[in-house]
T-cell receptor, first 112, second 116 residues
Framework: GESVGLHLPTLSVQEGDNSIINCAYS??????FIWYKQESGKGPQFIID?????DKRQGQRVTVLLNKTVKHLSLQIAATQPGDSAVYFC???????????FGRGTSLIVHP | GAVVSQHPSRVICKSGTSVKIECRSL??????MFWYRQFPKQSLMLMAT?????????EQGVEKDKFLINHASLTLSTLTVTSAHPEDSSFYIC????????????FGPGTRLTVL
């Protein structure tokens, strides 16, 4: 699985911009991927998920892209708002194991 | 739906004491519950997985006698940090999944433990 980072990469954007948060995963057998948002002092909140039989999935203001060839996952947030400021984690799991492995996380800072 | 609560949200204790953290699924039956630990600015690290009525499965490096997990019912799991020390200070998060949707985990709000 993804290794745990000792520091969080940070992405700073202006309000209204689109944000792209990237994640690399290591287990080629993983077939289920989830993005979580974690605000300071709170538990992770589910944002969107995608299964390996898809390469794109859209939600409200969010899009997840999956590139299995290079084992890469991205989260796109449209028209980023200050309330989107948080740490975003990708997680991978293999169907049936229901135990996700969390990525290192990215801190998103949205400036008004 | 699918709400998971934790209690307490914050706890401060003296070194050497034991602390119990509760994790409850409020509106669904959680066949499996998970306990995570998170240090500042780091990712979530899975500590153990517990299934109702059976012993918890601990991840490598997690002391089962230090972190006692009980999953006595389909809506409640407890984590007891025994003989806590300052290095046990951390953010502890539980999550739960239901029998009907094992891929999805619902996370609790976390418990901030500070050991003096």
């Amino acid at each position: 699985g993804e290794s745990v980072g000792l520091h969080l990469p940070t992405l700073s954007v202006q309000e209204g911009d689109n944000s792209i948060i990237n994640c690399a995963y290591s287990n080629s057998a993983s077939d289920y991927f989830i993005w979580y948002k974690q605000e300071s002092g709170k538990g992770p909140q589910f944002i969107i998920d995608i299964r390996s039989n898809m390469d794109k999935r859209q939600g409200q203001r969010v899009t997840v892209l999956l590139n299995k060839t290079v084992k890469h996952l991205s989260l796109q947030i449209a028209a980023t708002q200050p309330g989107d400021s948080a740490v975003y984690f990708c997680a991978e799991s293999k169907g049936g194991s229901y135990i996700p492995t969390f990525g290192r996380g990215t801190s998103l800072i949205v400036h008004p | 739906g699918a709400v998971v609560s934790q209690h307490p949200s914050r706890v401060i204790c003296k070194s050497g004491t034991s602390v119990k953290i509760e994790c409850r699924s409020l509106d669904f039956q959680a066949t499996t519950m998970f306990w995570y630990r998170q240090f500042p600015k780091q990712s979530l690290m899975l500590m153990a997985t517990s299934n109702e009525g059976s012993k918890a499965t601990y991840e490598q490096g997690v002391e089962k006698d230090k972190f006692l997990i009980n999953h006595a019912s389909l809506t409640l799991s407890t984590l007891t940090v025994t003989s806590a020390h300052p290095e046990d200070s951390s953010f502890y998060i539980c999550s739960a999944s239901s029998q009907g949707n094992t891929d999805t985990q619902y996370f609790g709000p976390g418990t901030r433990l500070t050991v003096l």
